[in-house]
């Protein structure tokens, strides 16, 4: 072992290392900065034992304290639940009309369905529950299948034309395409026009007068103003799902466009279909 | 002639030094030099046991205040509702949008400062700033355990012994129960004091209750009584900010040193050796006494929070010598300098005692003494002016704020709706304000929109230009109102419109100007 150098200036020992005639002093780290250091190391020792830390095969030590934050968030999730069980649990034991005329419950069920609303149903209904082309507005007072309160839960509950449900709302508008020539369907488009605008021609649509009650009245009504026993829609109105232009009927006439929409029941549960029920109809169109 | 006074039988010199003195003063980071001041009594030291009293007092008792205020509040005179969001002030309630009012409290409280500054220094740190009165008290809780001056000192400097570890754990004892006395009261202002003081004793309080209590009592013991003096001087930037505040006419504690140098300790050997003497007789009585640990004789010094302390010290060493009181004094600069120019000779010589003394050795009489008239001049009118001007202000806001109020937001999303019969429908959220504590019906209605009817979810009704809602007590009431025009009136793709409402029991009435969106015709 040679002897420790000492460097001429400071009298600091040097560490031996030298490049291009500077050489490194052996100045020594600050004694709170290595007890601090020493005590991290010790301090890192228990906490791998009371915590989760190392790395097994399939899994990890779960440390003698028993912590894991998967379990805290379940803790905490189960908090909120018992926290909100309360109103939960009336929304469940109640009809939606009930919870409709109660102050405190429909307050509740609202912000509530609108939490659930924007997870759901904003992705085809919109952020702002005004859809759009195939997509019903929600804000609306036109209802196909119905605006009481009871009768949108059912809607949401079971959905539109949905397979996996038997209580589904079902209907089916025949393609008029091949069945009548495309001159008569532009006339039954142009007396459809007439019940709630101006069509193109008053002639046209005197014309498809008789071809609309032969084709179209069982379903839609003498004056266009619709069923929602059989899901069809009122004609006589100002809303359009598919379109109000006379070409955009006459396409739906030739080959009708049938929306679906799942129903909620099976994967939301009871409780937040009536929430979701109750915010839809709060948002203004409700009957 | 200058009379000589045989002092040294009468005043005995105490062993002090400042604490900043240039001699001994340290680099930065030096350790902390610690402080013992003496007992004293005197003029100051009665008014700021009188200060310590009331300021005290209002702080400890206040919480406890009732004052009724009905069913439907609480009545408590004094609380701050957090959880409620009220502020409750006698007979003042505020919520939290009339934040404003304290807002213009604090631009009041800024105003005093600054006119108390300037008028007679700095006032506020010498008597009623919290960290001074703390310090006062538990230097006091130190004099009545561990005796005086001489006495802490000698027990500080000697080893540990029963006799020092009982006077310690008492000592500490108390200061750690004032402190959470302190503590302990300033939560009260949160909350019904007698139940909190019933649930904190009995373990039910909320977690935030204990939490404050511990960190009050922490910061009150380390501040009140580890910390002192230093709080003052490296923490609070007060002292700095003052020297802002002051000019030549402030009252600040002043060392005459045109009466008192040159000092001497041993007056009638000096003059015996045909040296003048100034008043001072150098006993350090000044320095002993001060809680700051300096020499008020060094001149004005940023640690100086002019408790005045050192002026009953000098006074009463002054009436034992039998001279005039008043070497150290509340005292302007331009006083000061008036007078300096009269014993030095307008600074062509050191300060000679001869100079302000006449013949019979009284001081001279066109001295310039402590006269009240240094405290009105431009300065400290503008800030009355401006101090008063603020509070005014406050007062009117706070006569004419209204206590029935209406806010109203339009849906963002949609902005207008299209119904089946082609009218347009636009949503509103409308909040209304109760803010007194009794339940109300508040009529709201449509101004303008003609043809236009509005539903309120909730509400039953039929559409109508208004209806009635009772708004609960003390409470914002929130309304879904959807309002609808029928598509022959809808003119315009944006109209503005008010929503107004009554309360017509008592005539107050609100309005907001809302718009009604429609799509573009």
Known sequence: MSEIERDDVTGVATTGHEWDGIKELNNPLPRWWVWTFYATIVWSVGYTVAYPAWPLVSSATTGVLGYSSRAEVNQELAAADAARSDYVDRIAASSVEDILADDELRQFASAAGAAAYRVNCVQCHGSGATGSAGYPNLNDDDWIWGGSVEEIRQTIAHGIRFDGDLDTRFSGMPAFAGVLPNQEIARIAAHVVSFSGEPSSAELAQEGASLYADNCAACHGEAGEGGRDFGAPSLADAIWLYGSSEAEIAAQIRAPHHGTMPGWAARLGDATVKELAVYIHTLGGGE | ?521
């Open chain 2, 1 to 521: 002639m200058v009379t000589v006074y045989d002092s040294s039988a009468a005043v005995e010199r105490i062993d002090a030094q400042a604490i900043n003195s240039a001699h001994i003063r340290q680099p930065l980071y030096a350790p902390r030099r610690k402080i013992f001041p003496k007992r004293v009594q005197g003029t100051f030291r009665r008014f700021k046991w009188l200060v310590m009293l009331v300021t005290l007092g209002i702080y400890y008792l206040t919480p406890w205040i009732r004052w009724d205020r009905g069913p439907h509040a609480p009545d408590q005179a004094v609380l701050v509702d957090l959880a409620n969001r009220r502020f409750y002030f006698f007979l003042v309630e505020i919520w939290p949008q009339e934040f404003w009012l304290i807002a213009g409290l604090l631009v009041m409280a800024g105003f005093g400062l600054f006119l108390i500054t300037s008028a007679v220094g700095r006032a506020w740190c010498g008597y009623a700033c919290p960290q001074t009165v703390w310090v006062d008290l538990f230097l006091a809780v130190e004099r009545w355990i561990e005796g005086d001056r001489n006495a802490r000192m000698k027990l500080d400097a000697a080893h540990w012994s029963a006799r020092k570890i009982v006077m310690r754990v008492g000592k500490h004892t108390i200061w750690l129960a004032i402190a959470m006395a302190t503590g302990g009261a300033w939560i009260f202002y949160f909350a019904d004091a007698p139940s909190l003081l019933d649930s904190f004793i009995h373990g039910t309080a909320a977690p935030v209750a204990y939490i404050t209590v511990a960190v009050l009592t922490a910061t009150t013991y380390t501040f009140g009584g580890l910390m002192r003096e230093q709080v003052c001087t490296y923490m609070c930037p007060w002292p700095r900010i003052q020297a802002a505040m002051l000019d030549e006419n402030s009252l600040t504690v002043t060392y005459n040193d045109w009466r008192g140098e040159p000092r001497s300790r041993h007056a009638k050997k000096a003059v015996a050796a045909g040296r003048t003497v100034g008043d001072c007789v150098d006993c350090n009585a000044c320095v002993a006494v001060c809680p700051m640990g300096i020499d008020i004789r060094d001149g004005q010094q940023l640690e100086c929070i002019t408790c005045a302390l050192c002026i009953d010290a000098c006074d009463g060493v002054m009436d034992k010598l039998g001279r005039e009181r008043g070497l150290i004094s509340y005292t302007t600069l331009a006083d000061y300098n008036a007078n300096m120019a009269i014993a030095s000779a307008n600074g062509s010589t050191a300060p000679d005692p001869a100079r302000i003394r006449d013949a019979d050795g009284k001081l001279r009489l066109d001295l310039s003494l402590f006269s009240i008239r240094s405290m009105f001049r431009f300065r400290t009118a503008a800030y009355l002016l401006a101090w008063s001007l603020a509070g005014l202000l406050l007062l009117y806001g706070l006569l004419m704020r209204d206590r029935l109020e209406v806010n109203v937001l339009h849906d963002r999303n949609p902005q207008f709706v299209l119904l089946s019969d082609g009218s347009i429908r636009n949503g509103y959220t409308v909040k209304l304000l109760n803010k007194v504590p009794e339940e109300r019906v508040i009529i709201v209605s449509l101004d303008g929109l003609e043809g236009a009817t509005m539903n309120a979810v909730g509400v039953d009704g039929p559409a109508a230009r208004s209806f009635a809602v009772r708004a609960a007590p003390d409470q914002l009431r929130t309304l879904r109102v959807l309002v609808a025009r029928p598509a022959d009136r809808v003119d315009r793709p944006s109209e503005k419109f008010r929503f107004v409402i009554e309360d017509r029991a008592s005539f107050e009435t609100d309005s907001y100007t809302a718009t009604f969106e429609a799509p573009r015709p």
